[in-house]
């Protein structure tokens, strides 16, 4: 609980202030329609959040507030039900609720204008209800994140300098030495510069455990992989192995390295340091289940 609300504290480094649009009144599916419209694109490239965006949503609700229906929560604005992009409730199952507390939260924080990358946690529901509901999809999905399997960052080493390889023996092995004691299965790992392929063995174990995730456990993986670059650490992460510091570490750790040897480079990286934080933030508190 500690990481994830110092990860949503997070957002605060990112607010940054643009021009006051004039309020306009809009239905909540509108809202998601331009809010999502670059997530992707963010994800891929943190610095794309900053560019001025032309037509952004003044805040529109005064009241944030989640209502049980049956076996979920609906998140409401101004007492209205959410939609998703594609028209479909915004909902999160009973046994969430707190993460339906912390989904309200998002849009309780919203100021004057609205900023898609401060809504992570919604964005995972989103992708969840959205894009994961129809099987082909989620197949697809699951067919494009074993792709990083073969090329996971932490599976390439470096035999020098000395002090990266304590970095890679203190943050990097130890997750290897769990998916061996946890699942059973050797990870290949080189030191040279040549890719590697994971057995179809490994392939095969690691598509077992996607497929048992729920779509909400699968969108927030989803998002630890893209972000982190790293099928191990998100998986780690996902299976609450680490922690969401120890998890960014993980990921960033020849940027540490770098940083280490030659110093931190303001507005560089320590807003890619914040972003990666806040998102892995998210996936690790979407996993919350506390039923009452």
Not at 92 to 105: E, T
Not at 145 to 166: E, G, N
Not at 239 to 248: L, S
Request: charge should be neutral; charged fraction near 25%; aromatic fraction near 6%.
């Amino acid at each position: 609980m500690t990481s994830c609300l110092r990860s949503l504290r997070a957002l605060r480094v990112h607010r940054i202030q643009h021009a006051h649009l004039r309020p306009v009144v809009r239905s909540a599916p509108s809202a998601f329609h331009k809010l999502y419209s670059t997530e992707a694109a963010e994800v891929e490239n943190p610095a794309a959040k900053y560019a001025p965006k032309a037509g952004q949503l003044a805040r529109f609700w005064k009241k944030v507030a989640i209502k049980p229906v049956d076996d979920q929560f609906h998140v409401t604005l101004d007492g209205r039900s959410m939609k998703t992009p594609d028209g479909n409730p915004l909902v999160i199952p009973a046994s969430r609720k707190l993460l339906a507390l912390l989904v309200a939260g998002e849009w309780e924080g919203q100021a004057k204008l609205l900023k898609s990358y401060s809504l992570p946690l919604t964005s995972i529901i989103v992708r969840s209800i959205d894009g994961l509901s129809d099987e082909a999809t989620r197949q697809g999905v699951i067919d494009n994140l074993l792709r990083y399997v073969h090329t996971d960052s932490i599976c390439y080493y470096q035999d020098y300098p000395d002090s990266f390889v304590k970095l890679q023996d203190e943050h990097w092995r130890p997750l290897m030495a769990w998916m061996k004691e946890e699942y059973g299965l050797d990870i290949k790992t080189t030191n040279g510069i040549l890719s590697i392929r994971q057995p179809e063995e490994v392939v095969t174990k690691l598509r077992s455990i996607l497929e048992d995730f729920d779509l909400i456990t699968l969108a927030a993986f989803e998002k630890a992989v893209l972000s982190s670059k790293s099928f191990i650490v998100a998986l780690a992460l996902v299976r609450r192995r680490i922690t969401v510091e120890d998890a960014a570490k993980a990921a960033r750790l020849e940027v540490l390295h770098q940083i280490d040897r030659w110093g931190e480079v303001e507005d560089s990286h320590d807003v890619d340091r914040e972003d990666l934080t806040r998102q892995l933030g998210a996936v690790a508190c979407s996993l919350l289940k506390v039923a009452s």
